[in-house]
């Protein structure tokens, strides 16, 4: 099948012109062109970030998303109204996309928008944490366990505890304390 220069020009909006036969890939993204005239606004914005923590090895946020594993569904990377049909639009400027499971896949039923207070409670626990609970590490400079916890972009230092019970007990207050107001 030979497409013409015109279709081409029409369908990219004034792209490269081609006079060649096209493999099917090709046709495919031509097909799948969508006209929104969103670019540009927060949430098509939150939609590309997510596409690219996911699949672009070169950014630099690549090895917490795409480099564990985490993926976009098919039917939000294919398409970016599907995507805002289901989210709809920011709340504000401070939300942005949050995962429910910290885990997960980018999905409907996974994802909301977030503001920094909630997104704040829900992480994942430190690549360096040997207690097994979010807060709480041990600090082998100190040589006892170091209780912290991170509120409105801000991280408050609990203090360093011999015992690590009485560390994650800090902790535990502190959660009741800070993101009571949030839950």
């Not at 792209?15 to 099917?24: A, E, H, K, N, V």
């Not at 799948?32 to 590309?48: D, F, L, S």
């Not at 990377?77 to 805002?84: A, I, K, R, W």
């Not at 409105?152 to 502190?174: C, F, M, P, S």
Request: aromatic letters at 14%; charged letters at 30%; hydrophobic letters at 30%.
């Amino acid at each position: 099948m030979r497409l013409s220069k015109k279709i081409i020009n029409k369908s990219l909006k004034g792209g490269i012109l081609f006079s060649l036969t096209f493999p099917p890939l090709f046709l495919f993204f031509i097909m799948k062109y969508e006209k929104h005239n969103m670019q540009g606004t927060p949430v098509y914005e939150a939609w590309c970030g997510m596409k690219r923590r996911c699949y672009n090895k070169n950014c630099k946020d690549y090895n917490y998303y795409g480099g564990r594993g985490i993926k976009v569904c098919n039917e939000w990377n294919d398409s970016f109204l599907t995507f805002y049909r289901d989210m709809g639009e920011k709340p504000n400027k401070t939300y942005s996309l949050d995962r429910i499971n910290v885990n997960g896949n980018y999905e409907p039923s996974n994802c909301r928008w977030a503001d920094k207070s909630t997104q704040s409670i829900n992480q994942r626990k430190r690549k360096d944490n040997k207690s097994g609970v979010r807060g709480v590490i041990f600090n082998k400079h100190v040589g006892k366990y170091h209780s912290y916890i991170r509120f409105n972009g801000v991280q408050k230092h609990l203090g360093y505890y011999t015992d690590k019970n009485d560390a994650i007990k800090a902790r535990k207050e502190a959660e009741l304390k800070y993101f009571k107001r949030v839950l």
